[in-house]
């Protein structure tokens, strides 16, 4: 079993930046590819960003391409989401994401992940 802890959320004004964090736990970090996910009110989930166990690959949803970053820290057993440039549509709670046992290709057109945090709110403001 993976626990996974999000901290980072909060207010910002639409242009700000905010850096989400995740911690992770039960289960050796660098075998876990990680991602997050966002879902604003009455919307469905959306996946926003993944990363390889390694950190060498990594996926995002067009939306946030050239304004979102994910990376992780193996040693601190750490992934994160660096937002720049937030806009009022980036309102959601953010979920942080993990799983194991797959190739990163299989991650990539599946998009499935098994164990989820419990998310951490993000509101930005016009």
């Known amino acids: 079993q993976v626990q996974l802890v999000e901290s980072g959320g909060g207010l910002v004004q639409a242009g700000g930046s905010l850096r989400l964090s995740c911690a992770a736990s039960?289960?050796?970090?660098?075998?876990?590819?990680m991602g997050w996910f966002r879902q604003a009110p009455r919307k469905d989930r959306e996946f926003v960003a993944a990363?390889?166990?390694?950190?060498?690959?990594?996926d995002y949803v067009e939306s946030v391409k050239g304004r979102f970053t994910i990376s992780r820290d193996n040693a601190k057993n750490t992934v994160y989401l660096q937002m720049t440039n937030l806009k009022p549509e980036d309102t959601a709670v953010y979920y942080c994401?993990?799983?194991?046992?797959?190739?990163?290709?299989?991650?990539?057109?599946?998009?499935?992940?098994?164990?989820w945090g419990q998310g951490t709110q993000v509101t930005v403001s016009s």
């Open positions: 039960g289960r050796a970090f660098s075998t876990l590819h």
């Open positions: 994401t993990a799983t194991y046992g797959s190739t990163w290709l299989q991650v990539l057109k599946s998009r499935r992940f098994d164990f």
């Open positions: 990363i390889s166990w390694s950190g060498q690959s990594t």
